[in-house]
């Protein structure tokens, strides 16, 4: 059934939904989709009338751009559902400017403001039933940019695609993860797109962390590009030290992503008078930490893991098991932020969005 709304996205709805076939409790993160998605074109210099459809399979030429050079950007973000049934989302004005501050360092043409909160809330009411109620469920929200101009000239492309598809989730990470921190290779380097969610830095990263993997660590700390000597984000995650009872993480650079959750732990640590230093952190600082006793805890924070508990690193061979605390920050920070994100707890600075 085909329908357009005040807002002129044209509506067309599903005529059967996959939910009842869904094991809600049994989830693999970012396997199951829901029945709509939201599509816009770049065309004519302009982006076109937006539109929700089932979610679909879509033709693509394969000269199409995003192919061969690679003009791809996408944002994570989360919807949540209290037990009133009300939904909400967590600082989406934060993935708004990032995506199209992604997409501007690719030469993507950035993507209207309206359209993105009007398509974006539009949809969530059509998929309510996938977002169920308590801790540790949410929806998955999965915006993004390709490059769709058929075309293999090395150039920017002169059509796009922006999308919105959305996934229900659980937890990300159910237990502490172990770390490498990088000795060799690198994440991204200064005046590269290391703050940009583009799709090529996941990519870069698979190999490595595969090599990790082997070793039985889940994720690698990078490590800056010229010298390997400062740690600065981890694969999925910001990445948050305690040493003693101060908490440190390095500063955003262009080499490292602006995380939502992790400028959320800051201002938590400053509610919570836990005091944060935020500056760069060498690897032989916390070598020496965790030889003395000081380091308390390794921490990493994002959407899809909210946070992120480390339980071990290793760094040229030497082994470092992290014991967990009782009353850790990583636990404090986690419940702070998911009642937050639930309604079930005060919003002092603003940032539950609720969708009405």
């Known amino acids: 059934m085909v329908e357009s709304n005040p807002n002129e996205i044209v509506i067309v709805k599903s005529e059967h939904s996959k939910i009842n076939s869904v094991d809600f409790n049994n989830l693999i993160f970012g396997r199951v989709f829901t029945d709509h998605m939201f599509v816009c074109d770049f065309e004519d210099g302009k982006w076109q009338t937006p539109k929700i459809m089932p979610y679909q399979p879509m033709t693509i030429e394969p000269s199409a751009r995003v192919f061969h050079y690679g003009q791809a950007v996408f944002e994570g973000m989360k919807a949540y559902k209290d037990e009133n049934g009300s939904i909400f989302l967590f600082r989406p004005d934060q993935n708004f400017k990032r995506i199209n501050k992604s997409a501007a360092r690719l030469a993507i043409p950035e993507f209207p403001e309206n359209y993105f909160f009007e398509g974006l809330e539009t949809l969530l009411k059509m998929e309510s039933d996938w977002i ?81 993997q082997k070793k039985g660590f889940d994720q690698i700390i990078w490590t800056d590009a010229s010298t390997h000597k400062y740690l600065e984000e981890a694969g999925t995650m910001n990445i948050f030290f305690r040493v003693g009872d101060k908490l440190i993480t390095a500063p955003t650079s262009d080499r490292i992503l602006d995380g939502v959750t992790r400028k959320s732990v800051i201002q938590l640590a400053e509610d919570l008078g836990i005091e944060c230093e935020v500056r760069p952190v060498s690897v032989l600082e916390i070598k020496e930490a965790a030889k003395d006793g000081s380091l308390k805890e390794i921490f990493g924070a994002g959407t899809a893991a909210v946070i992120s508990a480390v339980s071990a690193f290793e760094h040229a061979d030497d082994v470092f098991e992290i014991p967990q605390l009782e009353n850790s920050y990583a636990s404090l920070f986690k419940k702070t932020l998911t009642h937050i994100q639930h309604n079930l707890s005060e919003d002092k600075h603003g940032w539950r969005h609720e969708v009405k």
């Not at 998955?140 to 390709?146: K, L, M, N, Q, S």
């Not at 058929?150 to 990470?173: D, E, G, H, L, V």
């Open 132 to 212: 169920k109620p308590g801790l540790g469920n949410s929806l998955y929200i999965r915006p993004f940019v390709i490059a769709t101009e058929p075309a293999i000239s090395a150039s920017p492309a002169a059509t796009y695609r922006f999308m919105i598809i959305c996934s229900p989730a659980k937890a990300y990470y159910n237990k502490p993860v172990r770390v490498l921190f990088a000795e060799k290779f690198s994440r991204s380097a200064d005046g590269g797109v290391g703050f940009a969610k583009a799709a090529g830095n996941y990519a870069a990263q698979f190999y490595p962390t595969g090599l990790a």
